[in-house]
């Protein structure tokens, strides 16, 4: 009877546990998308809800640098509303985790005091951003699902 070396089992094993990791990124980057477009929706919606407690935080509290505090609140509502749920779907979704990511800096640049525990939100936040953004939405996204095999079929993008 020929038994395989340690190494050889090893090696067996290690295979089949990446194997089964790589099998679970798909679901892993779902649940970061899911995760991620909350946080920000939710915060969007909030700034929605009381439109005149949003301008009046980014005119004394929120310091944006560059814009005034109607637009940068607009543009700040606006993106945690339109981002998220791209984001979700996985339509432009690198676009939308780069959008929502400079979202989050500004968030963090402009508080002039953060509490660490919402600054190590933010730092979870950043960091799940860029890997969606890095390494792509994952598989079960419409993307991935619908709309790269729709420019491969038109020959606007190069087969992998």
Same mark, same amino acid.
């Given at each position: 009877?020929?038994?395989?070396?340690?190494?050889?089992?090893?090696?067996? !094993? %290690?295979?089949?546990?990446?194997?089964?990791?790589?099998?679970?990124?798909?679901? /892993?980057?779902?649940? =970061?998308?899911?995760?991620? =477009?909350?946080?920000?929706?939710?915060?969007?919606?909030?700034?929605?809800?009381? %439109?005149?407690?949003?301008?009046?935080?980014?005119?004394?509290?929120?310091?944006?640098?560059?814009?005034?505090?109607?637009? /940068? =609140?607009?543009?700040?509502? &606006?993106?945690?509303?339109?981002?998220? /749920?791209?984001?979700?779907?996985?339509?432009?979704?690198?676009? /939308? &985790?780069?959008?929502?990511?400079?979202?989050? !800096?500004?968030?963090?640049?402009?508080?002039?005091?953060?509490?660490? =525990?919402?600054?190590?939100?933010?730092?979870? %936040?950043?960091?799940?951003?860029? #890997?969606? #953004?890095?390494?792509?939405?994952?598989?079960?996204? !419409?993307?991935?699902?619908?709309?790269?095999?729709?420019?491969?079929?038109?020959?606007? &993008?190069?087969?992998?």
């Amino acid at each position: 009877m020929n038994t395989p070396h340690p190494i050889q089992s090893a090696y067996l !094993v %290690w295979r089949g546990f990446t194997r089964l990791l790589d099998g679970l990124q798909p679901l /892993a980057a779902l649940l =970061a998308r899911a995760y991620l =477009a909350q946080a920000f929706f939710l915060s969007g919606l909030t700034k929605l809800r009381d %439109w005149e407690t949003t301008v009046f935080l980014f005119t004394e509290e929120y310091h944006v640098p560059v814009l005034s505090p109607e637009l /940068a =609140a607009f543009m700040g509502t &606006a993106g945690e509303l339109v981002l998220p /749920a791209l984001l979700l779907l996985g339509l432009a979704g690198r676009f /939308a &985790a780069l959008g929502l990511s400079v979202v989050n !800096v500004v968030a963090v640049i402009s508080l002039s005091e953060i509490a660490p =525990a919402a600054l190590q939100q933010h730092i979870t %936040w950043g960091v799940l951003l860029a #890997a969606l #953004a890095l390494y792509g939405v994952g598989k079960w996204s !419409v993307d991935c699902a619908w709309l790269r095999p729709l420019l491969l079929r038109k020959g606007l &993008a190069p087969a992998v």
